[in-house]
């Protein structure tokens, strides 16, 4: 199996998905000359052509506008936003057109779209090419938020989303991007959305987090093991709408559990899964749910020692699981 | 480090005082922000103390039974900010005191020891287990899930009644409460084998002090009028079935006699007056006090308002005053602003009882039984009738024997002419 990057797992699925489905096309700012701006989309231009990988103007209405009427229409598009900080302009076709259409007309329409999207810091993007998006769209049924951590989940998760009848927004963390590598398959397979994921069996401490902080998890509960403190790890995977039943096993195994996000901490999508916890794991809980994440501040700071209080790092993570492995 | 004070907080409005009926914390023990760290009783209430510091006791300079002023040093509390701002009082002598204290804590802190999480108490009781006897793990000596479940899968699990039983009697050594008001200590008792020793603490002393202090300051006069109640007794007994049947509760005498009482000291308002030392103060507002006895200690919440309610008004608040002395629910609040001490002394039977004044109160009226008695009518009839004794103490200082008569003749004329015509419930 070969060892290859979160990107280049994406990219992967892109083109084994436009081969299989003719009806699969691309569009998005530079996916198609320049191949993205961090090269998702290379090379899928010369073997596809321009009228499967599409340049838009600068519009992100448009692009998904554009997406949700093709998709209608019966075609499979995959829209790209070239970072999820300008998703904005477009949140109301998502919200307002492509969730709602099955619903509004009786089961008759549906928008088979993915929105991808880099979101995430610690890249030294400031504010607009750092923020994460994914609690404007884990409150509105009809979506779902598909935020992978691996290449192995980016690969069968985005071909799942493609596939998908209704419209996924898939975010993908771009320090991510070349940061992790991770053994793919090169053949066809897919991953269930809307399925959390065990990344590491423990007993004394459940870790719930998703994207790039599920590998600081990884990282901090190594160290860890060295003291005798054993984490579980649960990585979520699809944010919207929230596997409710991995969520509860994993905080009953331990009765301890860290929530982490790099999102700003109130209103979050970790705080759904604390009111999950504790709703049903009362009688199992040993300490108070804990929430790591991001300050309650506007933006991402561009300043390199402002973004690394920001930012969750491997260490935030270790002292919160002492903290918790020892209370 | 830092060493900071804790004193005595101001525990309900116009409360000056309180005593401390038990310590929760002990030097060495860890506590957070907000944690109890004591009971204190004031005006026959219990609080408990927060504490205003996260850190570890240091001393404790109060002891229990002791009464402070709003203000006073109860504690010592190590913190953990900067040694700077150690703005209360560190002198080099106190610093020096620190240094020694940093090499005791070797002890094994056990604050966490009773804190049981959900999962803990779930364990404990699917598995009969006496968290008791179970050695926590966990931050503070607490017992985690894990000290449980590998409690279980030991099989070693310690039952509630392998527990070493307590030698049978313990000498209660209460420590001697250093009320500076106290007159005097009492005259050595012989104790005789057999004898109980009750320790007075908490409700029970301050109950002793309020009553010392009443008939130590103020010279307590008595005087008793009867009255006929036969046409009361008649018009509750006629309304009292439906009154519950409506309201859900029982329409006792009590709030007949507080109506006419309140009524009476509308009209003698030097009844509902207190002593200042070089004034007498007329209160404005009339709030009856209403004593309430529970199998070991007397509480006398209060009615406020009492002038602005109907019968039916004065009986739910009766009502609902007794129910939270019952249920220990009641609240320094409700226990403030009294003005006038109606006592229901007949619901024990009693048909004669001299009340002492509920300081700083002017006068206290006790409501004794209602008995059947054969009277002289005016016609020079015998009749049977239901007959009430209403006994009165007053402070002399503040009334004479005339006022106070006048104010009894009075509500004895509204109790005898109550009727169904005049008299409304609601």
Redesign the interface.
């Known amino acids: 199996m070969a060892v290859i990057s979160y990107i280049d797992a994406v990219t992967q699925a892109l083109k084994e998905e436009m081969a299989l489905d003719e009806n699969v096309f691309i569009l998005g700012e530079d996916v198609g000359v320049r191949g993205g701006v961090f090269r998702a989309t290379a090379g899928l231009i010369e073997e596809f052509g321009e009228n499967r990988v599409m340049d838009t103007p600068l519009t992100e209405s448009a692009i998904a506008g554009v997406g949700i009427g093709a998709a209608m229409y019966g075609m499979r598009p995959v829209a790209e936003m070239q970072f999820a900080d300008f998703i904005l302009p477009a949140v109301n076709q998502i919200i307002s057109e492509a969730a709602k259409i099955r619903y509004r007309s009786n089961n008759d329409w549906h928008v088979p779209l993915t929105i991808r999207a880099p979101y995430g810091g610690g890249v030294h993007g400031a504010l607009y090419h750092s923020q994460s998006v994914e609690a404007i769209f884990a409150n509105v049924p009809g979506l779902k938020v598909v935020m992978p951590s691996t290449p192995y989940d980016v690969k069968g998760l985005l071909k799942a989303s493609i596939r998908d009848n209704d419209p996924v927004i898939f975010l993908e963390h771009k320090r991510a991007y070349r940061l992790i590598k991770g053994e793919v398959p090169e053949d066809d397979y897919t991953l269930p959305i809307g399925k959390a994921d065990v990344k590491r069996e423990g ?2 401490v459940t870790v719930i987090t998703y994207g790039l902080a599920v590998h600081f998890a990884l990282q901090a509960a190594e160290k860890l093991e060295n003291e005798g403190i054993s984490t579980h790890i649960l990585d979520l995977r699809t944010v919207y709408p929230l596997d409710k039943e991995a969520i509860i096993s994993a905080a009953k195994k ?3 559990v860290l929530l982490v996000t790099e999102d700003n901490k109130e209103g979050s999508v970790i705080g759904e899964v604390s009111a999950i916890i504790a709703e049903e794991c ?6 108070p749910v804990k929430r790591l994440a991001g300050p309650d501040i506007p933006a991402m700071p561009y300043a390199p020692p402002m973004e690394k209080f920001f930012m969750i790092n491997p260490e935030k993570v270790e002292k919160a699981i002492r903290e918790l492995a ?2 | 480090m830092a060493t900071e004070k804790i004193t005595m907080p101001q525990l309900g409005e116009s409360v000056t005082e309180g005593t401390i009926s038990k310590w929760l914390v002990e030097p060495g023990n860890e506590i957070k922000k907000y944690d109890p760290i004591a009971e204190v009783t004031t005006d026959k209430v219990n609080a408990e103390v927060p504490s205003s510091f996260t850190g570890v006791i240091k001393e404790i300079v109060a002891s229990e039974g002791e009464t402070l002023a709003v203000g006073d040093l109860m504690c010592y509390i190590e913190t953990e900010g900067s040694g700077d701002d150690t703005a209360a009082d560190t002198s080099g002598a106190g610093k020096a005191e620190n240094e020694n204290k940093q090499e005791a804590p070797a002890e094994k802190d056990t604050s966490m020891k009773k804190r049981y999480s959900p999962a803990v108490l779930r364990l404990a009781q699917e598995n009969d287990i006496d968290l008791e006897q179970v050695e926590g793990t966990g931050k503070g000596g607490r017992i985690t899930r894990k000290d449980i479940l590998k409690l279980i899968e030991s099989g070693n699990v310690p039952k509630p009644d392998d527990k070493p039983k307590e030698e049978a009697v313990k000498p209660q050594k209460q420590p001697q409460a250093s009320d500076k008001k106290e007159t005097a200590q009492p005259a050595s008792v012989p104790v005789a084998p057999g004898d109980v020793e009750i320790p007075v603490n908490g409700v029970r002393r301050a109950i002793a002090n309020n009553m010392v202090r009443s008939k130590h300051e103020a010279p307590h006069a008595w005087t008793m009028v009867e009255v006929d109640v036969t046409n009361l007794v008649n018009y509750r007994n006629r309304v009292k079935n439906d009154f519950k049947n409506k309201e859900g509760y029982s329409l006792t005498f009590l709030p007949f006699f507080i109506k006419a009482v309140v009524e009476g000291l509308k009209e003698f308002p030097r009844l509902n007056s207190m002593w200042a030392g070089d004034k007498i103060i007329e209160k404005k507002e009339i709030n009856i006090s209403i004593a309430v006895a529970t199998d070991d200690a007397l509480y006398v919440p209060v009615i406020k308002g009492a002038d602005e309610k109907s019968i039916k008004g004065l009986a739910k608040s009766v009502n609902e005053l007794a129910g939270k002395v019952r249920s220990n629910r009641l609240t320094g609040d409700d226990m403030q602003g009294g003005t006038f001490t109606v006592n229901n002394t007949g619901s024990f039977g009693s048909v004669l009882s001299q009340p002492i004044i509920n300081y700083p109160q002017a006068a206290i009226l006790s409501v004794e039984s209602i008995v059947k008695r054969p009277v002289v009518m005016e016609n020079g009839m015998i009749a049977v009738r239901d007959m009430v004794n209403l006994c009165l103490s007053l402070d002399h200082r503040v009334l004479d024997g005339l006022v106070a008569g006048r104010f009894l003749a009075r509500v004895k004329e509204i109790l005898e002419n109550i009727s169904e015509d005049n008299t409304s419930i609601y």
């Open positions: 007993d004394d331990t009765g301890k009362l009688f199992d809980l040993d300490a020892e209370f």
